[in-house]
Nanobody, 124 residues
Framework: QVQLVESGGGLVQTGGSLRLSCAASGRTFGLYAMGWFRQASGKEREFVAAISRTGDNMKYADSVMGRFEISRDYATNTVSLQMNSLKPEDTAVYYC?????????????????WGQGIQVTVSS
């Protein structure tokens, strides 16, 4: 089992940047694929980005491609989401997620563990 805690959210103007971090508990961070999802007010939760257990396979939603970058640090058990060129439509609660996987390069669609979420607000 893994526990996830997000940090780094806040308020930023259109065109600005934010970096979200997610700290994972436990000694098995390297066995989990990690992802970021978001949920805007009144909408369903949607996929944003994910990174494989090995860290060499990343996937992004079309809406954030070229603006967001996901990375992971095995020394600190942290996965980060660098968000650049932010738009008002990026406003949402962002969730970190984890899934235990056997295949190192695999980026799953569904996840088993979730953080509590953190607010990101982009003002126009």
């Amino acid at each position: 089992q893994v526990q996830l805690v997000e940090s780094g959210g806040g308020l930023v103007q259109t065109g600005g940047s934010l970096r979200l971090s997610c700290a994972a508990s436990g000694r098995t961070f390297g066995l989990y694929a990690m992802g970021w999802f978001r949920q805007a007010s009144g909408k369903e939760r949607e996929f944003v980005a994910a990174i494989s257990r090995t860290g060499d396979n990343m996937k992004y939603a079309d809406s954030v491609m070229g603006r967001f970058e996901i990375s992971r640090d095995y020394a600190t058990n942290t996965v980060s989401l660098q968000m650049n060129s932010l738009k008002p439509e990026d406003t949402a609660v962002y969730y970190c997620a984890a899934k235990y996987v056997l295949i190192g390069e695999y980026v799953p669609v569904e996840y088993d563990y979730w953080g509590q979420g953190i607010q990101v607000t982009v003002s126009s």
